[in-house]
């Protein structure tokens, strides 16, 4: 199974100084079975930025894609109709118990009028099959609206595992936008309950987005007998990030010992575009 993993495209403002003609080819040439797309899709969560991201999205040549929203998705109140709209129309998942939720602004009022959609998180479950294999991606939206920090709803996590026991798969992966193992400015809160839903539900492979720094790293619990393996990804935003972060990874044979990560960075002088790429295999 060979994943390609892109974030923070920040369609909008932030977005590709070069042009994005090139950045599809270079992406188009990897032979991904599975691109993951961990949030951040536009800048403002306007509904141009949305419609922009989708139509890129889609001129990725591959046939699974999923995507999950950032932060910067959260910013206004029409977020959660525009991403399944214009990126994916996933079936959220509602929690079990609504009086349970404590996170901000996770309902809208139902009488604000033009809001399709009242409840403000995309938590949920796809399944795809690659060579004969069931792998069980478990979106959790991280983001809370119209804020940068990241908070879990421990009634969300609650119902996840609840739909998680009731499927069937071979390989379990999870996508948050925020980091679960390292922070930055604008952390998640409570990452401490993410872990333990990982552990929980034994996944073994964890990706996010959110700081724009790259980072691969394993955690071990020798209490508990568990690890698992945290991919962050830098950023497709050149407009904003001038720390070398301009980056996507492609694992070929990911979850082998056969594993390679090529970590391709682009490169924006004078406005033109170009890439770098190192390879680095598994240990």
Known sequence: ?????????????????????LLLERLNSYAA????????????????????????????????????????????MRSAGYFRQYIDDVDVIHPLDRDNCKKKSIFIDANINGIKEHFTDINFLKKVTISGESVLFVCLDTNTLYE??????????????????????????????????????????????????????????????????????????????????????????SGNTPNDTNMFLYYKNFGTKAMEIHIVRAIIENECLTFKEEIILAQ
């Open 148 to 237: 940068d920090k990241g908070f879990v709803d421990t009634e969300m996590l609650r119902t996840l595992t609840h739909a998680i026991g009731k499927a069937r798969y071979d390989k379990i992966i999870l996508l948050n936008h925020h980091s679960i193992l390292d922070t930055d400015s604008d952390p998640l809160f409570n990452s401490r309950i993410v872990v333990e839903f990982v552990r929980e539900n034994n996944i073994e492979h964890v990706f996010c987005g959110h700081t724009h720094q790259l980072s691969i790293m394993r955690s071990t619990d020798l209490y508990h007998n568990h690890s698992f393996t945290q991919y962050k990804n830098g950023s497709l935003s």
């Open 1 to 21: 199974m060979n994943i390609l993993h892109i974030s923070d495209m920040h369609f909008g403002p932030r977005h590709w100084i070069g042009k994005s003609e």
């Open 33 to 76: 079975d599975i691109v993951i797309n961990t949030g951040d899709n536009t800048t403002d969560a306007l509904e141009n930025e949305f419609q922009a991201a989708g139509d890129f999205l889609r001129s990725i040549e591959c046939q699974h894609i999923v995507s999950i929203p950032g932060n910067h998705d959260k910013r206004n």
